[in-house]
């Protein structure tokens, strides 16, 4: 549905020189987001469970394989989905857009600061293309497979770098003026749903992962003594 600026995101008055409409369908965007991913989290949950586990002394436990799903899932989604955002920045006026460019024309209905380029949002997601994903990745195929010491450090501090983005993403909007979601579904199904997980769930891993890390070194006090 366009607005008046011949375009349907918010503020109406956004001048979007060569809109071209949105072709795919929520729904035709989703359901394979949705699939892929949990295609991508069963083959993961198998292999952390039955191949790296074989002939090892020690089992990956539940968890660490629920965080090998997590930092797969992050990663990829930084790597594949978001990439194109930095690299195709005319998305919104091609005349054959891909998937992804299909993707970032409906996310910009919650969030209208990307299809105008803004800075903030910009500078969030070249950290997040060029630094999160890479070591979201390496957490998953390398640290905690594994079984590296450092794994717990590394995912602390790839953690509070999600949350520190993410709270320069919403700070940034309510200093704003909070005016870039075209309605009310959007905000909280795409502003605050589908970003939440970047915020609850880095939080629990960083709190984890701050209490095994204290632990591993208070044992090393003790056996220092």
């Not at 035709?28 to 892929?36: A, D, Q, R, Y």
């Not at 930084?78 to 409906?106: G, M, Q, R, V």
């Not at 969030?124 to 010491?149: C, D, H, M, N, T």
């Amino acid at each position: 549905m366009a607005a008046i600026g011949g375009h349907p995101y918010s503020p109406s008055d956004l001048e979007l020189p060569g809109f071209v409409p949105q072709q795919l369908s929520p729904i035709e965007l989703v359901v394979p987001l949705i699939g892929t991913s949990l295609l991508v989290i069963t083959v993961i949950w198998l292999v952390s469970g039955h191949v790296l586990n074989s002939g090892r002394p020690s089992r990956l436990s539940k968890a660490d394989r629920l965080l090998m799903c997590w930092w797969a899932i992050t990663g990829l989604t930084h790597l594949i989905i978001e990439a194109p955002l930095l690299f195709t920045p005319n998305y919104l006026t091609k005349e054959n857009p891909s998937f992804f460019d299909e993707i970032w024309k409906e996310y910009s209905k919650a969030d209208s600061r990307y299809a105008t380029g803004d800075t903030t949002t910009t500078a969030i997601e070249v950290i997040a293309v060029f630094l999160q994903g890479p070591l979201s990745l390496f957490a998953v195929s390398y640290a905690i497979a594994s079984r590296k010491s450092y794994n717990y450090i590394l995912q602390f501090g790839v953690s509070m770098s999600h949350l520190y983005s993410m709270l320069i993403f919403y700070i940034t909007a309510y200093l704003d003026g909070m005016n870039f979601c075209a309605s009310p579904f959007y905000f909280w199904t795409y502003f605050v749903g589908a970003n939440s997980p970047w915020v609850v769930i880095p939080t629990l891993i960083a709190i984890r992962s701050w209490k095994l890390i204290s632990q591993a070194s208070q044992s090393c006090k003790v056996n220092q003594d």
